[in-house]
Nanobody, 115 residues
Framework: VQLVESGGGLVQPGGSLRLSCAASGFPFRSHTMNWFRQAPGKERELVAT????????NYADSVKGRFTISRDNAKNTVYLQMNNLKPEDTAVYYC?????????WGQGTQVTVSS
């Protein structure tokens, strides 16, 4: 299993970014996918989840209405569209999948929201 995130960077408050997670090594279309984040000095937290076919999504209260998770099963990729970014969204963002009772994480991509 391999998860490779991309799309992070530095953005001003109110700006947007789209993160991507390219997955390989497992049947992507049959797995729920997740985005987590971890800010300095804080625990890793679940940001968004999408079901295997994309019909069901869930979000942390802190990002509802601003972030959108989606997936393209033909490309084995999950996305996180982040709009109206705030300084408190600054964190390393991780892609996550649980397969056969084992948790897999990507290497993470840094998102920094600052003026």
């Amino acid at each position: 299993v391999q998860l490779v995130e991309s799309g992070g960077g530095l953005v001003q408050p109110g700006g947007s970014l789209r993160l991507s997670c390219a997955a390989s090594g497992f049947p992507f279309r049959s797995h729920t996918m997740n985005w987590f984040r971890q800010a300095p000095g804080k625990e890793r937290e679940l940001v968004a989840t999408i079901s295997n076919a994309g019909g069901s999504t869930n979000y942390a209260d802190s990002v509802k209405g601003r972030f959108t998770i989606s997936r393209d099963n033909a490309k084995n990729t999950v996305y996180l569209q982040m709009n109206n970014l705030k300084p408190e969204d600054t964190a390393v963002y991780y892609c996550y999948v649980r397969r056969l009772s084992t948790a897999y994480w990507g290497q993470g991509t840094q998102v920094t929201v600052s003026s």
